[in-house]
Nanobody, 124 residues
Framework: QVQLVESGGGLVQAGGSLRVSCAAS????????MGWFRQAPGKERQFVSA????????NYADSVKGRFTISRDNAKNTVYLQMNSLRPEDTAVYYC?????????????????WGQGTQVTVSS
């Protein structure tokens, strides 16, 4: 079992930056792809970004390319999402997810473990 805890969400003005983190605990982190997804009110949960176990492969939704950067520190069992040039449409609950051996897949049904989410609100 893998437990995921997100942190770092908050309120930021449009154009600002925020970094959210996800700490994993429980069974070994080895081999796990980590992903970020987000869900706005009344909408389905959508893929944001993913990173392979080694960090050599990353994947981004078109809507965040060039603005968001995913990274991971396997020594700390932590994955990060640096969000720059934030827009009001980025407002959502951001969820961290883990799946074994997924490369940098954005397919949410492949992920086995999910965190509780952290709220990110971007004001205009």
């Amino acid at each position: 079992q893998v437990q995921l805890v997100e942190s770092g969400g908050g309120l930021v003005q449009a154009g600002g930056s925020l970094r959210v983190s996800c700490a994993a605990s429980g069974r070994t982190f080895t081999g796990y792809t980590m992903g970020w997804f987000r869900q706005a009110p009344g909408k389905e949960r959508q893929f944001v970004s993913a990173i392979s176990w080694t960090g050599s492969s990353t994947n981004y939704a078109d809507s965040v390319k060039g603005r968001f950067t995913i990274s991971r520190d396997n020594a700390k069992n932590t994955v990060y999402l640096q969000m720059n040039s934030l827009r009001p449409e980025d407002t959502a609950v951001y969820y961290c997810a883990a799946g074994l051996g997924l490369g940098s897949s954005g397919m949410k049904h492949l992920y086995s473990y999910w965190g509780q989410g952290t709220q990110v609100t971007v004001s205009s």
